[in-house]
């Protein structure tokens, strides 16, 4: 197994302890190292076990694919409609199914791996994964919560430290993900839109002022930040102005993301009628209409894939050379997740682009912190509105 460079430095750093998190963006190759990590283990341990386990179906599948192609060991199956009846040296595991198998595994004699390890930062996951492992390797482009003190709580206690960090720069300039360049785009909110808008404000700002601050565990106040949000991703400049910017740039095909189905829906239909050839991707389809849909895109059959937050997390879309974010989240780790999903070096995509939509200076002001620490690396950033286009 040759390591990247990345890889060959972090290594050592989790062999001296057998413990900690790894912060490395999607695509940089996490899954390739805690493989790698799992065969000096086991050549160094050889009777010991190896439990990995992941959010989703989807990724459960793209761990047994990777580890049948790399290693040779033993392995189990549990979740996705496997029932096990013996737990194998290596076992996959989704999070919602380890609780079937918990009291058969020996934890001061496995290895514990938890993919996309920000998803164990609730007590109920936190409380099946709470032993004394013999080892322990956390992978997640964005371990750290944003609205709680999780990671402390429960994440770090149970994995360890975060150990080593290879963010989206880093990746870059290693030629490990593709050379990329943002476009932030303002759609401006409609009148009416714009006194709701204030409205919610003016209530978030006296609800700080009698609580004493942005305390989000005030329910008063959150609700207020939560209207205010939904207000905005729901403005209705956000999909005529995509459809525009879809049109605008060229692209090989596009990953739309939505605020909610409503949203995507309605794009999907308005971006076909304009000669696309689109499809959605979301839980109101059946599994097969879903694994159809997304079969035809990564042959290029489809050139636009419309989703909520389905693909945020667990899936490979190398093809794609385009992002389009419908609704900019506030979320850290979102943005980071949606950015990965085409940042995937394949052969003829020189670069990608990501494109955010925006209406607001909340909006605003979050996008333009991130612009700085990408402009300042080399990054094209571009700023355009939609009421100053001819």
Known sequence: MQLREWQAEAFPLWWQRKQGIIKVVTGG???????????????EYPTKNILIVVPSIALLDQWQESIEALLEVDLSINGGGEQLSEISQVCISTIDSLKNIIESISADNTFLIVDECHKIGTEKRGALLTNSWDATLGLSATPERDYDDNFYVIIQKILGDIIFEYDYIDARDDKVIVNFGLLYAYAPLLQSEEKQYEKFTKSIQRRAAIIGGRNMD??????????????????????????????????????VFTENKKQANAFNDIINKKGFRSALYNTDLDNQERAENLDKFKSLELNVLVTCTALDEGFDMPQADGAL???????????????????????????????TVYSSKTEFDKLMEEAKHYHQ??????????????
């Open 325 to 355: 974010i419908l609704s900019a989240s506030s979320s850290k780790r979102q943005r980071v997740q949606r950015m990965g999903r085409v940042l995937r070096i394949t052969e003829n995509k020189p670069n990608a682009l990501i494109i």
């Open 377 to 390: 690396e080399g990054v094209k950033v571009v700023w355009e509105r939609q009421d100053e286009k001819t």
């Open 29 to 43: 190759g996490k899954t390739f190292f805690a493989i790698h990590c799992i065969k000096e283990f086991l050549q």
């Open 218 to 255: 005030d329910y008063l106040f959150k609700m207020a930040i939560f209207n205010r949000a939904r207000l905005i991703k729901n403005s209705k400049n956000r999909i005529p102005y995509g459809v525009e910017l879809i049109q605008q740039f060229q692209r090989e095909s596009w990953i």
